[in-house]
């Protein structure tokens, strides 16, 4: 609602988007660093272990899923500066790499052909322009991407059954939310209850389901997923309206099998400010406010 009221002027949302976009290019750039300089980070007086100021690369890769449509519209809808974007957006999706999130590079690539693809559609920009946008992104992802490294991932993906722990935890989750499918188990509760569930024991502490939609059925019941889904679903239309909120709706998909929304609250409030500005454009205060 906060978002909503702040930002419904489009003048104010064009602003506040491209602001963030911008501290996504850092938050790229520096992560891209991190991982190049390996043990040498703590010199170059960047935080060692850290994706940007993240601590979880899923995490941060969610982030700039969020973002990267944003850079992506920038440079269709402003033309005069389309190549600063175009790095933009190649700079989140090489650190989404260097990062080594699997998730996230899916997504990510996903965005980079979804995106101008729904802008073509829309009959905002030429074909012939959209096809030299589209290579000159890819081109640039593909050099950035080269230089960040992309060892790290390419060596994630060959791991064989990569989400078999993932769906352990998923069946675990089913079955607690079958004990309690109205009420849950308490907002924040998961990690006390899984317990009690697992199918598996490790020694491991088991922080997330690594699945929010699963999460938040079970720690607040069916109604809690319902209104998540709500949400998610309102959301739609003004989010493909807007190409830019193409990115949200993907931080909901990636967050089917890892936790964007979860033990990061500074996060999920970034998450839901997008959605507010999203209601604004639903609503259609975006056009018609000063």
């Not at 978002?3 to 520096?30: D, I, P």
């Not at 309690?180 to 899984?194: E, M, N």
Request: include cysteine.
């Amino acid at each position: 609602w906060t978002a909503r009221e702040l930002l419904g002027a489009s003048a104010t949302q064009q602003k506040f988007l491209r602001g963030a976009a911008v501290v996504g290019v850092v938050m790229a750039v520096a992560a891209m660093f991190q991982q190049a300089l390996g043990d040498s980070v703590t010199a170059a007086g960047l935080l060692p272990g850290y994706f940007g100021t993240f601590v979880y690369r899923n995490q941060f890769a969610a982030f700039l899923e969020a973002l990267l449509p944003v850079a992506i519209v920038a440079a269709i809808d402003d033309r005069r500066r389309a190549v600063p974007w175009i790095g933009a957006a190649a700079a989140m999706f090489a650190g989404i790499v260097a990062a080594g999130s699997r998730t996230g590079v899916v997504i990510s690539l996903a965005l980079l052909v979804a995106v101008p693809a729904a802008a073509s559609l829309r009959g905002s920009i030429p074909r012939v322009a959209l096809v030299r946008l589209s290579a000159a992104v890819l081109l640039c992802a593909a050099v950035l991407t080269a230089v960040a490294g992309w060892e790290t991932v390419w060596a994630r993906f060959q791991e064989p059954q990569p989400y078999s722990l993932r769906a352990e935890l998923v069946q675990s989750t089913a079955a607690m939310i079958a004990e309690r499918p109205l009420t849950g188990f308490g907002l924040g509760a998961w990690p006390v209850a899984y317990p009690a569930f697992a199918r598996f024991d490790d020694g491991s502490f088991v922080n997330q389901a690594h699945n929010d939609w699963m999460q938040w059925a079970a720690e607040g019941g069916l109604p809690m997923f319902l209104l998540m889904l709500w949400i998610v679903v309102r959301a739609v239309p003004a989010a493909t309206r807007s190409l830019w909120g193409l990115g949200i709706l993907a931080v909901f998909v990636h967050a089917l099998v890892d936790y964007p929304f979860g033990q990061r609250p500074a996060l999920a409030a970034f998450f839901f400010v997008l959605l507010g500005i999203i209601s604004a454009e639903r609503s259609g205060r975006a056009d018609t406010a000063k």
